[in-house]
């Protein structure tokens, strides 16, 4: 790469990470989200206790001495499980937004590039799909197929795909027409080189933003199926299977579902509010440049 290039990229990187973190709330968020990441990366060496190593001679103690967050029904430390579930939560919610957003652009963008019947059968099943709310629609999935992580994150991601359909469908019929996907046709180029090549790049924008918020939507979908009995169920650690041990002894020992509630809605909002930085860094007439 020559100098210039090297140049370029530098600029054209600094200039996207002054935009994105202009704003002190959106540098808290993303740190919140880094330390949550780094948290469930190394949660096997932070973690003072196995997940699931039992303690019953501490049921449901507070916080205290041996175990800071104290323990749950079966014993169990809750900063441990905290920890793990962490892990759980953002892979659940990582996974269910790559197969949304995989199936979800290649499906909107042929959709709006080769229109007819293409776009007929897929806009039609998109409207079934959104005719049935999200979270009922996932609990009528994780009843035919069964909970786990695996099975719900799959779940999540299906039904969130008729977001990723709608949006990139509006942006490559926004971008078809340009001048240098018209190029790059009379040059001879195929529809999928056109597609995966000239017009997929342009929309990565939007896609980018839409990623990092769904992630934290996503992870509120799977806390509330596994508040419902319907997601991931103990002794695997969730944020969600955590808040819905916890509901039945509220009185006894709050800190149960009191702290991974607050974790969920810590992490949703730091997402968020991460999303809307990367939206004003990838925008240009945010950042005023149009």
């Excluded at 998109?126 to 099975?151: Q, T, Y």
């Amino acid at each position: 790469m020559s100098t210039g290039k090297k140049t370029r990229a530098y600029e054209n990187r600094t200039r996207f990470f002054r935009a994105m973190f202009a704003r002190k709330i959106v540098v808290v968020a993303t740190v919140v989200v880094v330390l949550v990441i780094l948290a469930a990366i190394f949660a096997d060496f932070l973690a003072p206790y196995n997940p699931n190593e039992q303690d019953l001679y501490h049921i449901l103690q507070g916080p205290g001495e041996g175990h800071l967050l104290g323990t749950d029904a079966f014993g169990r430390d809750v900063l441990s499980l905290l920890l793990f579930g962490a892990r759980i939560s953002l892979a659940v919610g990582l996974m269910a937004v790559v197969i949304a957003c995989v199936i979800g652009t290649i499906l909107g963008m042929y959709a709006a590039y080769f229109g007819g019947l293409a776009d007929a059968v897929i806009m039609r099943t998109c409207e079934a799909l959104r005719s049935v709310p999200a979270v009922i629609l996932a609990m009528a999935l994780v009843s035919v197929f069964g909970g786990g992580a695996k099975n719900v994150a799959i779940i999540l991601g299906i039904s969130t795909i008729p977001g990723y359909v709608l949006m990139m469908r509006a942006q490559v019929l926004s971008v078809s027409n340009r001048d240098f996907v018209t190029a790059a046709r009379l040059q001879g180029a195929g529809s999928h080189r056109v597609l995966y090549r000239h017009i997929l790049p342009n929309c990565r924008s939007p896609l980018i933003v839409m990623m990092t918020q769904q992630v934290g939507s996503t992870i509120l979908a799977e806390a509330g199926l596994s508040f419902l009995g319907v997601g991931i169920s103990i002794p695997t650690a969730s944020w969600g299977t955590m808040v819905a041990e916890g509901k039945a002894i509220m009185l006894r020992n709050p800190y149960l579902s009191l702290i991974p509630g607050i974790c969920v809605a810590i992490l949703v909002i730091s997402l968020n509010t991460m999303g809307d930085g990367i939206r004003d860094a990838l925008d240009p007439h945010l950042r005023g440049e149009i």
